[in-house]
């Protein structure tokens, strides 16, 4: 093996293990401990539905299309699905055409945002700011007035109309 070689393989694998963390999501209690409210992974596997815990726990992603709220057009307000605090308002929904609900702001204090490399590539990931739960990516393609565009997994919403209770 030649020294090329050596450090292509090394790199490779270095690039194959620190992929690997992103799979861990933020499930341990060290990581949530940083939040408001802080549960065990086991805790909150216990709380939430399967696919739903997979989302805001362990950062996976829904398929493209197939969350209802894309649909979602009533006046109200979205919130994590994890702990219940108001995350978006209707008022910054728009059809983005990528097949998440996406919106152009979050609501003031409801979201905290970290670089996310993984899939090499750097993107900002969002999370709800009080239990740390992932709701999906910030991007710089959307529409005025912020340019922003917040993909949110529909599975790590609840949407609560107008005037509900």
Known sequence: MNRRNFLFLTA?????????????GRGNVAIAAEFEITKTDAEWKAQLPEDVYQVLRHEATERAGSSPLNNEKRKGTFHCAGCDLPLYSSE??????TGWPSF?????????????SSFFMTRTECHCRRCGGHLG???????????LRHCINGLALTFKPAGAA
């Not at 490779?12 to 861990?24: D, K, N, P, Q, T």
């Open 12 to 24: 490779a694998a270095g690039a194959l293990l620190s992929a690997g963390g992103v799979f861990r």
């Open 104 to 116: 152009w702001e979050s609501l003031p204090d409801a979201i905290g945002t970290r670089e996310d």
């Open 137 to 147: 990516h910030i991007f710089d393609d959307g529409p005025p007035p912020t340019g």
């Open 92 to 97: 910054a929904k728009y059809e983005s055409g």
